[in-house]
């Protein structure tokens, strides 16, 4: 049957030309002062009608739309029509990268959504736009897989803020158009053949049957997580996506559909009529639907799911644990005495080199050093290879390549190499420098440990000390021996290691960008090898004297960082910053007023998951951690406080997983192998490395009063460095005696710093540059650990500069930065030109990327933006190639079985 018959067949069979007067109207609806709502597409037609008639029942309404232009414009018209405003959230539904963008701001605002509207829809789209960024059919790329991932990302917040008997709602708007196919044509949701040879009306039923089997799929488990998924038909509505539809839908359009306020009518009464959670998974209609294609579903899932697996043969997140050959899954990188590339991670180079544990003993045991590299793409005018370690210690620079590789390489510009290394006994070299099996066990030992903060009043010393000296115990009987690796991680010998990657590249000279931990190797190596220097950035610097010695006291401006939180949430306002008050010191007696609330009397969160007793460790903890990223996580902090404030527990069983590292298994979809945090690793390296500093009593008492004394909030908890040292035994054997200085180096160096580094403060950086002859200094006046930390065009184009062309900066230079916290971009970005836009974008990337020490889940509340971004809960780790319709489809087979398993996220 022609698609236009069956089109007017479906007019008659399913009443949609004459339906009854709607018994229910939105004047039916609550009072909606306490709820937030998403819609999306609420700019215009139906998503419209809908946020109006939020606003008009003053719901806190987020107008989610690609254009933002064409949304103020809407914002401002309901203002007049309404008296209400609705906020504008920035969503393209057709890049699954703003799709993330969007989750990642509208968390960042709100602790809770009652509601989500998936009104967005695209039918017949125009010869430009035929497919989404990721290549797939834009029609089922917008309508299903865009929908798809926002709800993944949002359900944690809309569980969160349910309860019975009016659990969240997610409002999937399908069709009329749902009744048409039998079946899913999953070739055609790609670019290709199958895709252009495909009726554009046949794949627009496909994706709002795709709706309706993914409404079926929540609705069966979504209630016990207090969530109610329902499907609906709007009916025939007058609507701007038949615009570029076929004369006969234009024609219906003009002369035959309903207007808008009735397509909102559905809308409506799902998300927001009180009774509306009891067609949870209804009418019967959607089941039957569901169900008449579940057979066909059940034989061809599976071979969807591997057909759209990533041309490569694995998902870009791989760490360098797994099989890297990227046509082989069998074929295992093996090490080498000299570096053999092999290609990786959908063309990056990968190896394993073999290199001495003792270069005093050249023929005895080894170690296996992993290397992953980005190549340059432009050879003609190509400059060597820039090694990277992003601090720590303890930081994997592969899995950081993999994180942010392409960004680093937008900034040094495309002639370079981008090549990450994990040190020895770091990541996937090898032997381990860990001292527990897993990392599992390495975080219940973690959960033990003392509820107080650090105090020298209370006997709390005692029990740190008796921890710490376990651990130092564990270690050396583990990793300690003549031969073990506990001996052989210090900076001396990862500084030798970078020396002998260069030589086997062919390079006479090192190219190095150092982060924290990573400015200490680079001292160690512009020390030891100072005719070997090409390159050299240290970025937010550690002196490595201080290092050697074991000073601890790196936070002189921990609280001019902290302070910045005050100011800048005051300046912002109260639309962004949840503990807004009339001046910055009214901010600060906010939040030092909820803290002590805690201290007093620890919140019990019965509803998070796990259950939570939240005490002022916790909270110092997250504004400790916020320090190092203002940027991205200043808003939890404010989000967090406000919350303890009101002690609303909705909020707070919302964002307990990002207060508080869930006591959940660290396991993937892919295998990943199973890395040791940075900080479990961190006594092995720094605590063996130099001297030793055993405890004194005195001594300690003096530096926990100077620390104290530098930053309140955090000083007591920082004394637990000390203490971890103090009870070390094992030494390095390898060690670097000399000066930390060069009065010359083959090439100067580049030292940056931000004004305001929580943990390696401006004064190290000064030192630094004044011991190595010819160094340039570069303040960026900004707040956070490293450069990156804030994004700034003014940075970046002088670091290319001193990458491509040897110049350091002048005398006294300083950088602004492109973006505040809380108050958003400085400039205006629609006058950057196209080149900026992009560098600009890649440093956003970056202000989330770097390692952060013994933080507890603070990563997790804003995930880093790469080209293979990397989403991750506890025990799921998405990527973009894997989330876009490998995991529909495993979801779509999943609502047709009869087995109600349900994905982890």
Known sequence: MPNMLKFFYSLITHKVLFPGKPSWTPDHLPDLSAKVVIVTGGNTGIGRETVKRLLMKNAKVYMAARSKEKAER????LHDETGKTALFLQLDLNDLKSVQKAVEEFRSREPQLDMLILNAGALFPSREAQVTAQGFDATFGINVIGHFLLVRLLYPILSASGMKPDPSRIVWVSSMANHEPYGLNYDAFRDGPARKKADPFSIYGQSKLAAVMLSTYHARTSLEDNVASIAIDPGCIKSSLYRSSPWHLRLFDRYYWYPVEYGAVSSLYAAGEPGAAERNGKP???KSYAEQIGDSLKGTADSVASSVQPQSGKSTTQKMGDTVNSNSNENQLEPASTIRWSSCFSGQQCARLILPLDYDDLDGPTVTIALRMIPATDKENYRGTLLVNPGGPGGSGT??????????????????????FD???????????????????WRLWGLQEDTRVLNVTDGSVDVYRARERL???????????????????????????????????????LQFWGFSYGTVLGQYFASMYPDKVGRIILDGVYDAYIYRAKGVNTIADMDAVIGSFYHFCHLAGPEKCALWAPSAAKVEERYLDALRSVEEEPIAIPQAEPPLLLTTKHLRSQIRGASYRPLTAFPLVADTMRAVESRNQTALAALAPRIV?????????????????????????????????????ADFRALYAELAHASPLVGPSWAVYYLSCAEWRMRAKRGWTGPFAAAHTAHPLLVLSPRYDPVCPLADARAVQARFGGAGLLVQDSYGHCSLAAPSLCTARRVRAYMEDGTVPEPGAVCEVDELPFVGPVGDVRALSSEDADLLEALKALSAALPVREITNLLEYEKPVSGTRRLETSCFIYDEKYIQLQTFMQVAKMSMASSSRRINT
């Open 471 to 509: 651990v130092a115990e564990r270690c050396e009987a583990k990793i300690g021996g003549e031969g073990g690796i506990g001996r052989f991680a210090g900076a001396a010998s990862v500084a030798r290691d970078m020396l002998e990657i260069v030589q086997q590249l062919g390079q006479e000279q």
């Open 74 to 77: 809407a914002i401002a018209e």
């Open 399 to 420: 899995e950081f390549i993999g994180r942010s590789g392409q960004h680093l390489s937008t900034v040094v510009g495309p002639s370079f190499d981008i090549l990450g």
């Open 284 to 286: 019967d209609s959607q």
């Open 661 to 697: 590292r869930p006591t959940e298994c660290a396991c993937s979809p892919h295998g990943d192998p199973d890395f040791a945090d940075s900080d479990e690793l961190f006594p092995v390296i720094e605590c063996s490395d130099g001297d030793a500093r055993p405890y004194d009593e």
């Open 423 to 441: 040190p020895r006994g770091v990541g996937a070299s090898l032997p381990s420098a860990r001292c527990f099996d897993t990392t599992v066990q």
